[in-house]
Every structure is written in C-alpha cells, then in structure tokens.
C-alpha cells in the first residue's frame, strides 16, 4: 500500500470532492425566499455550508441557463442587486435531488455505521 505524501492535503481534496456534488442542492435549497449572492453566501455559511465567491456566482449563471433559476435587478435600494429565484424546473430539480440525497445519505450512513462496527458483508 502506497501511503499518501500528505495525508492532510489528500484529506482536504476528498472532503472537497465529497462537497462538490452536494453544492447545487444546497445552493437551490437556499433561494427561497429569493436571494443575492453576497446574502446567498451568508445565508449558506451561518447553515454550515461555506462556500466562495468564485464557486458561486459561476454556478449561479450556469444553474440560470439551465432554467433551473431567474434573475432579476433590484435597483430600487442603495444599489443594485441581482437577485435569484428557483424557476418551476429549479424546484421540481430541488424535489427530485432531495430525493436523490436521501436516498444516498441513508445507504452512507448504513455503511459507515458498519465500518465503524468493523463489519464486513463479502469477501475480503
């Protein structure tokens, strides 16, 4: 077995990894009620869910040409904001990967309970 040359550093790019697939979903979860990005950043963080700058505003433009949100200007306060909002696709999208997540948390969490037991179903 090869041992990584700095287990802290491949920890931190498998953590990334492992957040990568869930930052849509909790990026669609949080524009209800409709959201900027500055706000969208805060409203992520103070949920445990940090995210940069640089990660989200590409999303958010990418997620918008899917149709899965809509932007909007608010130029009516001290200055503007676009603003984001789910579409009807983003919110059947957000029900449909709920699904998906829950599903994939319940089979994750089962397996890790048995690794922290030290089971093993299968042939070693």
Request: avoid cysteine; glycine fraction near 8%; charge should be negative.
């Amino acid at each position: 077995m090869v041992e990584p040359k700095d287990p802290i550093a491949a920890e931190e790019r498998l953590a990334q990894e492992l957040r990568r697939g869930a930052v849509v979903l909790a990026t669609l979860a949080q524009v209800r009620p409709r959201q900027y990005g500055y706000s969208l950043v805060q409203r992520l963080t103070e949920r445990g869910f940090e995210i940069e700058p640089g990660t989200l505003y590409p999303m958010l433009r990418r997620l918008e040409e899917q149709g899965l949100l809509e932007s909007l200007w608010d130029v009516e306060g001290a200055r503007p904001r676009k603003y984001y909002r789910l579409t009807d696709a983003g919110a059947e999208t957000l029900a449909r990967l709920s699904v998906h997540w829950r599903r994939l948390a319940g089979v994750m969490d089962r397996l890790l309970d048995e690794a922290e037991r030290g089971e093993s179903h299968g042939a070693d």
